[in-house]
């Protein structure tokens, strides 16, 4: 008898694939580890049963019949509620979306369905991803699993709990602005955002579609390499015109020595007004972490990259206001009973549909884009886009990596930042590389030396070397004790196996 | 109102006109693998992409960059080679993302030009001596010859972009959405790939615009983009004008004019609109910003929409759509893929076989009648182009009509018409007679000559048979031929026809005439 949630994604397939146990058995702990975890966290929104026992039970099948099971055959998985599936409901943590179910499935999550993964839940996130903390969500707070009085970051908060706490082994989780890494920091575990445009964005609600990109959660980097071979082995997907055709294998080069490798330490960031003492203290000892396993640390800079947050509130609420114009509810959503004409059917739909932060983003979108202000703002926005990319390209002309914090701060308590402009800060250390689109994954350093909770430091490296992002990914996880912990109040509570 | 002539002699009309055309010749649509058809029942053709479902994103067409290449190419545009798609914002069901996907200041085709030749009664419209104005608002001026004018119109731009959905309004006095108890919107047509063509204002006349569609459409035809029918709306045509006083170079403030359906709509809507906004401004008023709405039945336009201020369709680029880069390969085998341009094919037809202009300009319009009309001349032997011509165009056609027939599925052959066109050279029948072989000619299938003989309307052209008519004729016509001498010579014509009744219709009329002529002289 194991633990579901002590178990990596590779040995819960050969696991399977050996007959250790079954698919279904697989799913029915991860089924268990939710009815005995998720009231108190509330991660998930939905929970799949039949979905995933459908998936295991022919996984099982497969298994019987002689056939070869995929690499994460009976891998449980949640996948963030702005992802399509059919069978469930995609609503976006929003009233909006309440009851909407899509005819179709994403790309990403049939993706990972054809490597094997169980389909367990969707999770909570903030509405329509515009938030730093899951509470913007029209369904519920979601709790960190390390401390129930805070948040677990977003907007993919719910993916990143359910990680953490050991109810799924993968998650799927989206980031505009740092929506995988920043609530994989405050959760402890691993959150990838792959360069943008190698995973498809075909089946995921869109916010900022120049901004999103998809990414796996896991408990170990390991787990995270895999999800990424499930993601992009297909290579490009023909129904997102901006992916790109990227397949390689993840695990191939994962263990490789970091000796002789140059990572790029920049002080602007390290030094960054807001930064907490441990984070820094954490972040500074992850640089030390490989300049013991033989990397070179090299002091870079990147100019401009202080423009990031700028451009970003500039780009993303253009495309949100544009992405979320659709819903009105005309053909599906909410829609507001007995009004007398479309235009008073689409504005109440809207006002009552939205909650405050989408129309926030949707109202400074829209003003953005209106003539005379397009030109001043908008313009201005894509220069600085294309500096701080000739920044990036500029930096890894000298280093293979940059080093630097996540989140300049451990997880905060709910209710705690209310001031808009003050959470929007949360993602200053994650925001420059969905504007420059380069991959950056964040990796748990253990818990912090005053808060006790999860701290982290943020990767980034080149556009389309995500790969070798895991390589120095996994060298940093070597040098910490994070590797594969659920957070301890959860740990171990049902999901026997 | 005064008439139109009244109104240009004072006034300049400005016109520039949008046209839409749908790529009917595709499978698929701009965006998505659904099929183009329009003709199934509603919401047969969806998807989550032309539905505009969250998380759908759009992968474009790539026949549809070749059409739209190719129409900038047959219009004398430059090629983009770098554009982009944008969104255009407006909350309507008819677009189900609220946005149209489209193009923003580059489009795929910039600056093109189609030159018009304006001829007989139509280029009257212009007055004389507007020429030399005409030069001065930037467009190439004006040649003046012996039956009309040539001008070149410039095009400021073709786009890409996708069409929205049908809306069906039902309840309403108006069939709009405001009156209406229910609205069913068909998104069968929503993302069909569609073209925008926006002139510059450099058209003058109603039949300068409506020679300009007529010309644009045949070009669309050759080269196969679309089937370009009005009346089915898959070309539809918006026509701007505004007037200002001779000599002026400020523009005035224009109207809109929508829902036309045919060219002479386009032709007598435009006609309305001038003289409408020469009464208003002469009796001191001011031309509003509007939207009008032509009814071809009342031959005049009625207020749709006023524009009270500029929409703002916060325009910006598609982010789910890369910029694109067409290469000189791309565009060398679009060119590669044109065929004949109805203006080439023209001036072959004239040059070739010494063909009339207007009748090589209607014969070089529409690919399949051209393609008809060259292999009947093909078939002749030898070739009798100009008589071929006569009969296609003033015979055939006709019958074509008559039978709801076109040239690709003709009931006669070509090798027919070509028969029968060189028995109206050799003067064997007349133009009248060869009409009413036409349908012999669908029903039986044999060879005109044949059906010439058999019914014995072959006409007597030997003089040795025709003189002694003429003589007779001649002999019992004492007074006309007095008439005839003193000078009132269009007595010929009775004569003639006294010879062809005396000859029992089988004499030729023009060498009645001829010798009639001889022996009066």
Known sequence: MSLLDELSARQIASGVQAGEFSAEEVCRASLDAIASRDAELHACLQVLEELALAKARELDRDRAAGRALPPLAGVPLAVKDNMNLIGSRTTCGSRMLEDYESPYTATCVQRMLDAGCLPIAKTNMDEFAFGSSTETSHFGKTANPWDAERVPGGSSGGSAAAVAAGEVTLALGSDTGGSIRQPAAFCGVVGLKPTYGAVSRYGVVAFGSSLDQVGPFGRRVEDVALAMNALLGEGHDPMDATSQDCPVDFLEHLEDPVEGLRVGIIADFIDAEGLSGEVRSAVLGAAEALADQGAELVDVSLPNVADSISAYYVIGPCEAFSNLARFDGVRYGYQEPGCATLAEQSAKSRAHGFGAEAKRRQMLGAYLLSSGVYERYYHKAQKARTLITKSYERAFEEVDVLLLPSSPRTAFKFGEISDPTQMYLSDMFTISSNIAGNGSVSVPLGLGEDSGLPVAVQLQGPAFKDRRLLTFARAVERGFEAEGRVAPAFAGKGGEL | ?521
């Open chain 2, 1 to 521: 109102m005064k008439s139109l002539e009244e109104v240009l002699r004072d006034w300049e009309a400005v016109i520039g006109l949008e046209v839409h055309t749908e790529l009917t010749t595709l499978t698929t649509k701009m965006f998505c693998g659904c099929e183009l058809s329009h003709a199934d029942e509603p919401n047969a053709h969806v998807c989550p992409v032309c539905l505009g479902l969250p998380g759908a994103l759009p992968v474009p067409n790539r026949e549809a960059i070749r059409s739209i290449v190719k129409a900038g190419l047959a219009t004398g545009c430059e090629i983009e080679k770098r554009s982009m798609f944008y969104r255009k914002h407006y909350f309507y069901p008819d677009m189900a993302k609220n946005f149209q996907t489209t193009q923003g200041p580059v489009a795929f085709c910039m600056h093109g030009r189609l030159d018009l030749g304006v001829r007989g009664q139509g280029a009257s419209e212009l007055p004389d001596g507007a020429a030399a104005e005409r030069a001065g608002d930037g467009s190439v001026p004006v040649t003046r010859g012996e039956d009309g004018y040539e001008v070149p119109i410039r095009i400021l731009r073709i786009h890409m972009e996708e069409d929205a959905a049908k809306m069906n309004h039902l309840g309403g006095a108006e069939g709009r959405i405001t009156e209406a108890a229910e609205s069913l919107i068909d998104y069968n047509r929503c993302g069909t790939p569609l073209i925008e063509l926006v002139t510059e204002p450099d058209l003058r006349t109603p039949e300068e615009a409506r020679l300009f569609m007529e010309k644009l459409r045949r070009i669309f035809l050759t080269i196969g983009i679309s089937d370009c029918s009005l009346e089915s709306g898959s070309m539809r045509c918006d026509g701007n004008v505004s007037l200002r006083r001779k000599g002026e170079t400020e523009l005035g403030t224009k109207t809109e004019l929508k829902n036309i359906n045919s060219f002479k709509s386009l032709h007598d809507g435009l006609e309305y609109e001038i003289r409408r906004q020469a009464e208003v401004l002469e009796e001191g008023g001011t031309v509003r910003q509007e939207t009008r709405h032509f009814e071809p039945g009342r031959k005049r336009t009625v207020v749709m929409r006023v524009k009270e201020t500029a929409d703002d369709y916060r325009l910006f680029p598609d982010p789910d759509l890369a910029p694109f880069d067409l290469s000189d390969g791309f565009i060398e085998s679009c060119r590669a893929e044109l065929p004949e341009l109805p203006d080439a094919k023209r001036d072959r037809y004239m040059a070739a076989w010494g063909l009339r202009a207007e009748d090589a300009e209607t014969l070089a319009g529409e690919p399949a009648l051209a393609a008809f009309f060259e292999a009947a001349v093909a078939a002749g032997e030898p070739a009798h182009a100009q008589a071929t011509a006569n009969l296609v165009l003033n015979g055939v056609m006709g019958f074509w009509n008559a039978e709801g027939a076109g040239p690709a599925e003709s009931p006669v052959s070509p090798e027919q018409v070509a028969s029968l066109a060189a028995l109206v050279a050799a003067d064997a029948v007349t133009s009248a007679q060869a009409r009413e072989v036409l349908p012999i000619c669908a029903e039986t299938g044999d060879d005109p000559a044949k059906i010439v003989d058999e019914r014995g309307m072959r006409q007597v052209t030997d003089d040795d048979a025709l003189l002694p008519v003429v003589e007779a004729v001649l002999a019992r016509c004492p007074d006309q031929v007095r008439q005839y001498r003193e000078g009132n010579v269009k007595v010929i014509g009775f004569l003639v026809g006294q010879c062809m009744r005396e000859s029992k219709g089988k004499g030729n009329p023009k060498r009645f005439n001829e010798l009639l002529r001889e022996r009066l002289s």
